[in-house]
């Protein structure tokens, strides 16, 4: 199993951005996708998830109202679209897949993880 996040790069504060998750060798069971970030220094901290089906999805306080998870199952891709960035949105942001559908807020609850993508957000 695979993940690969992409999208990541250099904006501006106000800034939108949108990360993708490529989730490949998973065929088994439906699975949720949760995102988490990790700041230099900083524990990594869950930014938000989707499950399977696609209507149902979850936010952190942080986030909510700033980003919009989908996903196109028929292209094993997860989306993370992120508008008015802020500074203290920089942070390496990782893909995690969870079979057990849980779609919890903790690293432990995910079985697979990508090799996360850098986002840096300048003021």
């Known amino acids: 199993v695979q993940l690969q996040a992409s999208g990541g790069g250099l904006v501006q504060a106000g800034d939108s951005l949108r990360l993708s998750c490529v989730v490949s060798?998973?065929?088994?069971?439906?699975?949720?996708l949760g995102w988490f970030r990790q700041a230099t220094g900083q524990e990594r901290e869950f930014v938000g998830g989707i499950a399977w089906t696609g209507g149902f999805t979850k936010y952190a306080d942080s986030v909510k109202g700033r980003i919009t998870i989908s996903r196109d199952n028929a292209k094993n891709t997860v989306y993370l679209q992120m508008n008015s960035l802020k500074p203290e949105d920089t942070a390496v942001y990782y893909c995690?897949?969870?079979?057990?559908?849980?779609?919890?807020?903790?690293?432990?609850?995910?079985?697979?993880w990508g090799q996360g993508t850098l986002v840096t957000v300048s003021s």
């Open positions: 995690a897949a969870d079979s057990g559908q849980r779609l919890g807020a903790q690293t432990w609850e995910y079985d697979y």
């Open positions: 060798g998973y065929t088994a069971s439906p699975y949720a």
